[in-house]
């Protein structure tokens, strides 16, 4: 068995390289809901589910925010005052001491020999 390290929170916040989020988030910062990237509304602009290698950036069928363009932080398209804009999402940047435990797991009988297994800790 080999050591594995599990990514941190990336349903909850993001790392330093914030154009990796995955996460669920999708509501932007002014408590607006997220448009759908796949929606007609966003044809006519230029980060959307339609353009080329929209999956690699974790665009698609849903609404959750994300970070195509490498801003600062995660956004998406929200519609205010009958007009679509973008906003950054509630998203908070993932805190704590980004050091892993090492979790042992025995695999096996007695004589079998006892890997080691890390994990992040939940913040």
């Not at 980060?47 to 665009?59: H, K």
């Not at 994300?66 to 999402?89: G, I, L, Q």
Request: aromatic fraction near 12%.
């Amino acid at each position: 068995m080999s050591e594995h390290t599990f990514p941190r929170g990336l349903d909850d916040c993001y790392e330093k390289a914030s154009s990796e989020y995955r996460g669920r988030v999708n509501q932007a910062a002014n408590g607006k809901t997220c448009l759908h990237w796949n929606s007609h509304i966003l044809l006519d602009y230029p980060i959307n589910a339609f353009m080329e290698d929209a999956d690699s950036y974790g665009i698609g069928e849903h609404n959750f925010c994300r970070n195509p363009d490498e801003d600062e932080k995660p956004w998406c398209y929200v519609v205010k005052n009958h007009k679509v804009e973008w906003d950054f999402c509630d998203v908070s940047p993932c805190s704590g001491t980004g050091k892993e435990l090492e979790v042992w797991q025995h695999v096996g009988g007695p004589e079998q020999e006892v890997t080691p297994c890390y994990l992040i800790p939940p913040v």
